[in-house]
């Protein structure tokens, strides 16, 4: 029996006067990988925004293990078992590879380990003594999603992970988002990448303008390829 980990409803999402999201309806249950499609603009990242908090004014309702989270700050959600992997990573130039892995502090309990860490990434154990302006996108891209995997978070939302990197190392993130499913994190992705996305997702939901305007479970994906195709130009 699926439990919910997230509930969204009818939320509406402002930066000063923009009105970005108008009525998000969503459920996430735990264990579950979700993306989360659309074309530039269509609302996505504001949508993860939401969820932790980062925009300007949320109405609506945001509920996390059952708990509304509409009116915290972002510290309070990130306390609730939320890590965010924003698209411009955030890597600190000036630490070394370990020391931007440990930087963050713990928001519960079960946080991974240095060496399971190096174990699941082993790019950056290869690393760990070289600043973070020395590291490749790809490994970039490892540390700011292996950092938020050390605070104990247990839903992940990760924005465009796979964005301007090498197959190769794409295929490496594909891999620990199956890591990271079996070890039962629940994940949230928003993906421009349709090809890294479909096989890895449970869920999909479709946005345009704000809104979702289509659900698509991973069963569905052939026989709803067209209308995909129409809605994300591809």
């Not at 309070?76 to 590879?97: D, H, K, N, T, V």
């Not at 996108?137 to 292996?146: D, K, P, T, Y």
């Not at 950092?147 to 839903?155: D, F, P, Q, Y």
């Not at 999909?204 to 709803?224: C, N, P, R, S, W």
């Amino acid at each position: 029996m699926a439990t919910e980990f997230l509930r969204i409803s009818d939320l509406h999402a402002f930066y000063g006067e923009s009105h970005i999201l108008h009525g998000v309806d969503m459920v996430v249950n735990h264990g579950e990988v979700v993306t989360l499609l659309g074309r530039n603009g269509a609302g996505r990242t504001t949508t993860l925004k939401s969820i932790m908090g980062l925009v300007g004014r949320r109405t609506g309702s945001i509920k996390v293990n059952g708990v509304e989270t509409v009116n915290l700050s972002p510290h309070a959600i990130a306390r609730m078992g939320i890590g965010y992997c924003p698209e411009e990573r955030g890597i600190f130039a000036s630490l070394s590879c370990e020391e931007n892995l440990m930087l963050p502090p713990a928001v519960g309990s079960g946080g991974m380990g240095i060496d399971e860490i190096y174990a699941m990434f082993p790019n950056l154990k290869e690393r760990r003594e070289s600043p973070g302006t020395r590291l490749s996108g790809g490994e970039q891209q490892m540390l700011a999603v292996a950092r938020i995997l050390r605070t104990g978070a247990r839903l992940l939302l990760l924005d465009e992970i796979s964005e301007g990197l090498a197959p190769v190392i794409v295929q490496a993130l594909a891999r620990m988002i199956r890591m990271l499913r079996e070890k039962g994190f629940t994940i949230i992705m928003v993906e421009q990448n349709f090809r890294f996305a479909a096989p890895l997702a449970d869920r999909f939901y479709v946005m345009e303008h704000g809104q979702i305007v289509e659900t698509v479970v991973a069963a569905e994906l052939d026989q709803k390829m067209d209308m995909l195709r129409e809605y994300l130009g591809v």
